[in-house]
């Protein structure tokens, strides 16, 4: 199959789409021995693509990561303040990118792949993937607010669908709880917007569940491979 040849080189890992575009202008990429400067070129991935001289390793091997993200790391590929990324957690040669984000102070499960096709599918808004959150809150959790929740709380408009509430852990010493809720929706920020909404702060928040995948014995900032199994499950949420 012919793709642009941007896309190949950024695929193949040696650097992002626009920087490959920069090379193709400056002249530094070969075609099967040709020199191309046209951005709008197109190649095959059995051609040979040279990059000054050298030949790119092109593999189209999707790679997929399950990580406990820790606290403070950013859920993008880079951030222009220099914070740490849950993409330099992991080691690849290959260009991973989250599915879906994880705000920077919230720990748990988060995917990480080179796999396009799969992050649309469960990124897109109907694609329904139960995510199970453990909040800590920091109050005890109402019977009034927990039956709220229960039948759908209205957030910016769209009532957030939950599937699951439990209240896990009181502390009424320290006056606050846990309560894990699984939801089937990706808008960012969403549990923190909703108990915000109903008066609560959240004090810690982990993502313990997605889809059918758990954080099993994984330590904070540690990852795993998924198995060809739990991807093939994963792309049962196509619609
Ligand atoms: N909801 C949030 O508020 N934060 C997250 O990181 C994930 C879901």
């Given at each position: 199959m012919e793709e642009r040849l941007q896309k190949i080189i950024a695929e193949s890992g040696y650097t992002?789409?626009?920087?490959?575009?920069?090379?193709?202008?400056?002249?530094?990429?070969?075609?099967?021995?040709?020199?191309?400067?046209?951005?709008?070129?197109?190649?095959?991935?059995?051609?040979?693509?040279l990059i000054e001289g050298k030949p790119i390793s092109i593999s189209n091997e999707k790679v997929y990561f399950l990580l406990n993200k820790p606290r403070e790391t950013i859920s993008t590929v880079k951030d222009d303040k220099g914070r740490k990324t849950v993409i330099d957690i992991i080691e690849t040669d290959k260009r991973i990118f989250p599915i879906g984000r994880l705000d920077y102070d919230t720990t748990g499960l988060l995917l990480l792949t080179n796999d396009g096709e799969l992050t649309n599918i469960l990124t897109h808004p109907n694609s329904m993937v139960p995510k199970t959150y453990l909040a800590k809150l920091d109050r005890i959790l109402e019977m009034e607010d927990y039956f709220a929740i229960?039948?759908?709380?209205?957030?910016?408009?769209?009532?957030?669908?939950?599937?699951?509430?439990?209240?896990?852990?009181?502390?009424?010493?320290?006056?606050?709880?846990?309560?894990?809720?699984?939801?089937?929706?990706?808008?960012?920020?969403?549990?923190?917007?909703?108990?915000?909404?109903?008066?609560?702060?959240?004090?810690?928040?982990?993502?313990?569940?997605?889809?059918?995948?758990?954080?099993?014995?994984?330590?904070?900032?540690?990852?795993?491979?998924?198995?060809?199994?739990?991807?093939?499950?994963?792309?049962?949420?196509?619609?």
């Open positions: 992002s789409r626009r920087k490959a575009e920069e090379l193709i202008i400056k002249g530094k990429v070969s075609v099967n021995g040709k020199i191309v400067r046209e951005l709008g070129t197109k190649a095959k991935s059995t051609d040979e693509i229960k039948e759908g709380v209205k957030i910016e408009g769209r009532t957030v669908k939950v599937s699951h509430i439990k209240i896990k852990k009181k502390d009424k010493k320290k006056d606050s709880c846990y309560v894990e809720l699984t939801i089937h929706e990706g808008r960012n920020h969403i549990v923190r917007k909703l108990f915000e909404h109903l008066r609560y702060d959240v004090v810690k928040l982990t993502r313990t569940y997605y889809g059918t995948l758990g954080l099993g014995t994984l330590l904070s900032g540690e990852y795993r491979t998924l198995s060809k199994k739990e991807v093939v499950e994963l792309y049962r949420y196509k619609r």
